[in-house]
T-cell receptor
Framework: GQSLEQPSEVTAVEGAIVQINCTYQ??????LSWYQQHDGGAPTFLSY????GLEETGRFSSFLSRSDSYGYLLLQELQMKDSASYFC????????FGTGTRLQVFP | EAQVTQNPRYLITVTGKKLTVTCSQN?????MSWYRQDPGLGLRQIYY???????DKGDVPEGYKVSRKEKRNFPLILESPSPNQTSLYFC????????????FGPGTRLTVL
């Protein structure tokens, strides 16, 4: 079946850099997406990789390697407001989400 | 304002009492879908629709029905709700299934007693 694995929790301090990894077992997908979800809120789109390589959007970057079945989200210059859950997802006809990584940013 | 709306936002009901959760988008998106979110399980897709009158099962379709009679609306129907359908439900839309951004509604918290 199709599955995506992420670490369940990551902690970091303000100003630091954190990388959230996503490994998957699927094939034939259009791309890899990343979503952010604050407690009590809806998921919001962060980044998308249709091709291998790095995509940069401000403080957030995302990477995909199809040959390694691996991607990551890189968050730089962490702020307290970045404390949230982060989900990777593969885009096929369905959208399959990972179980999410809870990021806690400390002062 | 471009948005996805869901109603109701909160619902407590009893086993077996049919209910419908509405979803509407004003972005002329072709692709719409429903997800449920449970602790430790992330977001799981229930049903999706690539266009009007076209619907397909996601990963957890049992106990749910959907319809897509108009482009903007994609209601989720629980004919006979059971306690294991207690969950947080999200509707989402996007221009197409292979495009990057899914726009999520605010969520509906459903409790089935």
């Amino acid at each position: 079946g199709q599955s995506l694995e992420q670490p369940s929790e990551v902690t970091a301090v303000e100003g630091a850099i954190v990388q959230i990894n996503c490994t998957y077992q699927t094939s034939g997908f259009y791309g890899l997406s990343w979503y952010q979800q604050h407690d009590g809120g809806a998921p919001t789109f962060l980044s998308y990789n249709a091709l291998d390589g790095l995509e940069e959007t401000g403080r957030f970057s995302s990477f995909l390697s199809r040959s390694d079945s691996y991607g990551y989200l890189l968050l730089q210059e962490l702020q307290m407001k970045d404390s949230a859950s982060y989900f990777c997802a593969v885009n096929t006809d369905k959208l399959i989400f990972g179980t999410g990584t809870r990021l806690q940013v400390f002062p | 304002e471009a948005q996805v709306t869901q109603n109701p936002r909160y619902l407590i009901t009893v086993t077996g009492k049919k209910l419908t959760v509405t979803c509407s988008q004003n972005m002329n998106h072709e692709y719409m879908s429903w997800y449920r979110q449970d602790p430790g399980l992330g977001l799981r897709q229930i049903y999706y629709s690539m266009n009007v009158e076209v619907t397909d099962k996601g990963d957890v379709p049992e106990g749910y029905k959907v319809s897509r009679k108009e482009k903007r609306n994609f209601p989720l129907i629980l004919e006979s709700p059971s306690p294991n359908q207690t969950s947080l439900y999200f509707c989402a839309s996007s221009p197409g299934q292979n495009t990057d951004t899914q726009y999520f509604g605010p969520g509906t918290r459903l409790t089935v007693l």
